[in-house]
């Protein structure tokens, strides 16, 4: 899960996903454009 969502986005300065447990992620991105693209192209 978390190769292919970093993967996916290619995130500038690179992301942190933490397995939270009970299907729950915690993705922390380095910098705001990278959270406002992955937001923006979210379903």
Do not use: C
Not at 18 to 42: A, C, H, P, W
Request: glycine letters at 6%; charged letters at 20%; aromatic letters at 12%.
């Amino acid at each position: 899960m978390h190769s292919i969502m970093a993967n996916l986005w290619h995130p500038i300065g690179g992301v942190s996903i933490s397995d939270l447990g009970e299907k729950r992620f915690r993705f922390r991105f380095y910098t705001v454009v990278n959270i406002d693209r992955v937001l923006q192209s979210s379903p």
